[in-house]
Every structure is written in structure tokens, then in C-alpha cells.
């Protein structure tokens, strides 16, 4: 690989790096090309990106980047593959996941994660990362919440409206 390619790379994985608030680093080592192929096919039927790089190619892109993922350096060792979400954090977790269970084997592995600037290093993250709720969900569940004190008070007052029109009526009825 020349050097001109290397610096495409890079800028390539920069610019990806910089733009993608969530990105995962897994270790695909031991899987064949068949099997590395499948997970990237079922990668981009859930809308995500991954390629397999070099370890220094990606610590000289993430050092480009305005942020600091120096606490991604222990990640940075074997074979490295990197996938890319835009939006939901959770996603690559749980593409993980199911490709576990699809060929059940223990691979690819989580060797680091960066969810918004926070680095979750090591395999013991995947089932929190995968549980993790999207910006949207949480929305909902603002909203919802926001939501159900104006719902009672309105169930509460349609209820009320049904018992005082019963004891008006009733009271009507005595008079007579």
C-alpha cells in the first residue's frame, strides 16, 4: 500500500470517525472470509457500515479528530474492524448479538465502543450497549410521562362529569 493510499484511508476514516457520534472496534480474527462477508451483509441490511482496517491507519484517524479517544489505545491491538452508526447507538451491540446467535459462535468481539464521546472498552459492555435506548425511545418515554398527569386529570374530570350529572339528577327527581 503506497502512501498516498494510506493517506486516503485515513482521511476516509477520519472524516467516518468525526461525523459518526457512535462507532464500535470488534475483533473478527478466526472468522473466515464467508463468515466475515455475512456479517457485513447483515451490517448493511441493518444500515450499518463495516470494514476491516489497519490498527495504525485508525490511531492516526481518530488522532485527526478534534476529539480524544486516547483511552481507545488498548483496543488497538490484533485485527481490527470498525462499524459505523449515525443514529442509533444500540444498533451494532445488538447486530452483534444476533449474529452470535445466528451462527453461534463467540465472534466478532467488542473490543471498544465510543457512544457519544464515552469509550466503553472490553467485551463485558455488549449487553449494556446493546440495552441501551435510542435518542428516539427516550423521547417517547419524555413524552409519555409528560403526558400522563394531563391524561388523569382529564379521566379524573370526564368521571366527575358522569357523577355530578347522576346527583343533579337525582336531586332533580326528589324535588318532584
Known amino acids: 500500500m503506497t ?3 494510506k493517506a486516503t484511508i485515513i482521511d476516509e476514516l477520519r472524516y467516518k470517525l468525526g461525523n459518526n457520534n ?13 463468515e466475515i462477508n455475512a456479517f457485513r451483509k447483515l451490517c448493511f441490511e441493518k444500515g450499518l457500515e463495516y470494514k476491516v482496517y489497519k490498527n495504525t491507519l485508525i490511531k492516526k ?10 483511552d481507545l489505545d488498548p483496543a488497538l491491538k490484533g485485527h481490527s474492524g470498525v462499524i459505523f452508526v449515525e443514529e442509533t447507538a444500540n444498533l451494532p451491540a445488538k447486530t452483534i448479538r444476533d449474529y452470535r446467535k445466528k451462527q453461534g459462535g463467540e465472534k466478532p468481539l467488542l473490543k471498544a465502543a465510543s457512544i457519544e464521546n ?3 472498552l472490553g467485551e463485558e459492555h455488549l449487553k449494556t450497549l446493546s440495552e441501551l435506548k ?3 425511545e427516550l423521547l417517547g418515554e419524555v413524552i409519555g410521562l409528560l ?4 391524561k388523569n386529570v ?5 368521571s366527575g362529569k358522569n ?10 327527581e326528589r324535588e318532584n
Open 3 to 5: 502512501r498516498q493510499e
Open 22 to 34: 457512535h462507532f464500535y472496534l470488534t475483533d473478527a480474527s478466526g472468522l473466515t472470509v464467508a
Open 61 to 70: 484517524a481518530l488522532d485527526a479528530v478534534d476529539s480524544d479517544f486516547s
Open 118 to 120: 464515552d469509550i466503553f
Open 134 to 136: 435510542s435518542k428516539n
Open 147 to 150: 403526558q400522563s398527569p394531563a
Open 154 to 158: 382529564i379521566s379524573a374530570l370526564q
Open 163 to 172: 357523577n355530578i350529572g347522576g346527583l343533579i339528577k337525582a336531586l332533580a
